[in-house]
C-alpha cells in the first residue's frame, strides 16, 4: 500500500525556519518525482515545489523561490522542504504529492496519484 | 503561467442531481488536466486525469471531458458523499501544475 507521511509542521516565528519530511513507503521511491502542495487556511490548492525521481531537477514557485529548498533523500525513502524566511502567508497545511503519468502515444500526461494527510505550519509571534 | 478558473466557485444541490463543473485554462493545454476531490480536513483524491480518464476505485459516475482551454467535470447522480470541494489542475506546464480556485458543492 503506498503511503506518503508528513511531519515536521508546528509553531513558527516570522523570519523563521522549519523542515518538513514525507516519509514514503509501498512503491519504490527513487522511480518518482514527488512534489508539495500547500492550503492556507479556508484556502484552495496552491503549488509549492517539485523535485526530480534522481533529485537532479527542482522547480519552485514563485511565492517561495529563494526561501525554500526541495531535496530527497532515495536511500531513506524521504523528501523534504525546507523553509526559510517564514511568513504568514506561509502558513498553511503542506502536503507532498507522487507525481504519476499518462503514456497517450508518447506524450506523458502528468497527475498526482497519492498525497499524505498533511503537516500544518503556524507561522505567527 | 498558465492562469487556471473554475465555475461556478460554490454550487447547491441535492442528491441525485447531476452536476456540472467547468474549469477553463488561459491558453490550450491539450488533455494536460485532471480533477481532485477534496473533502474538509482531508488531502485531495484525484478523480480524473488527462482530462476525461477515470481513476482506479472512482465510482463511474464521475467523468470529464474537454479539451484546449475548456474542459467538464461532471457528476451524473450526486451521492451524499460527493459533497466536498473540486479542483482541477493543468500539468501542461510542467512541472509547475497550476490549480484552479475549486468549485464548493454543498447540499442544497
Known amino acids: 500500500e503506498v503511503q506518503l507521511v508528513e511531519s515536521g509542521g508546528g509553531l513558527v516565528q516570522p523570519g523563521g525556519s522549519l523542515r518538513l519530511s514525507c516519509a514514503a513507503s509501498?512503491?519504490?521511491?527513487?522511480?518518482?518525482?514527488m512534489h508539495w502542495v500547500r492550503q492556507a487556511p479556508g484556502k484552495g490548492l496552491e503549488y509549492v515545489s517539485a523535485?526530480?525521481?534522481?533529485?537532479?531537477?527542482?522547480y519552485y514557485a514563485n511565492s517561495v523561490k529563494g526561501r525554500f529548498t526541495i531535496s530527497r533523500d532515495n536511500s531513506k525513502n524521504t523528501l523534504y522542504l525546507q523553509m526559510g524566511s517564514l511568513r504568514a502567508e506561509d502558513m498553511a497545511v503542506y502536503y507532498c504529492?507522487?507525481?504519476?503519468?499518462?503514456?497517450?502515444?508518447?506524450?506523458?500526461?502528468?497527475?498526482?496519484?497519492?498525497w499524505g494527510q498533511g503537516t500544518l505550519v503556524t507561522v505567527s509571534s | 503561467d498558465i492562469q487556471m478558473t473554475q465555475s461556478p466557485s460554490s454550487l447547491s444541490a441535492s442528491v441525485g442531481d447531476r452536476v456540472t463543473i467547468t474549469c477553463r485554462a488561459s491558453?490550450?493545454?491539450?488533455?494536460?488536466l485532471n480533477w481532485y476531490q477534496q473533502k474538509p480536513g482531508k488531502a485531495p483524491k484525484l478523480l480524473i486525469y488527462?482530462?476525461?480518464s477515470l481513476q482506479s476505485g472512482v465510482p463511474s459516475r464521475f467523468s470529464g471531458s474537454g479539451s484546449g482551454t475548456d474542459f467538464t467535470l461532471t457528476i451524473s447522480s450526486l451521492q451524499p458523499e460527493d459533497f466536498a470541494t473540486y479542483y482541477c489542475?493543468?500539468?501542461?506546464?510542467?512541472?509547475?501544475?497550476?490549480f484552479g480556485p475549486g468549485t464548493k458543492v454543498d447540499i442544497k
Open positions: 489542475q493543468q500539468s501542461y506546464s510542467t512541472p509547475g501544475f497550476t
Open positions: 509501498g512503491f519504490t521511491f527513487s522511480s518518482y518525482a
Open positions: 491558453q490550450s493545454i491539450s488533455s494536460y
Open positions: 504529492a507522487r507525481e504519476n503519468y499518462y503514456d497517450s502515444s508518447g506524450y506523458y500526461l502528468y497527475y498526482f496519484d497519492y
Open positions: 488527462a482530462a476525461s
Open positions: 523535485i526530480s525521481s534522481n533529485g537532479g531537477s527542482t
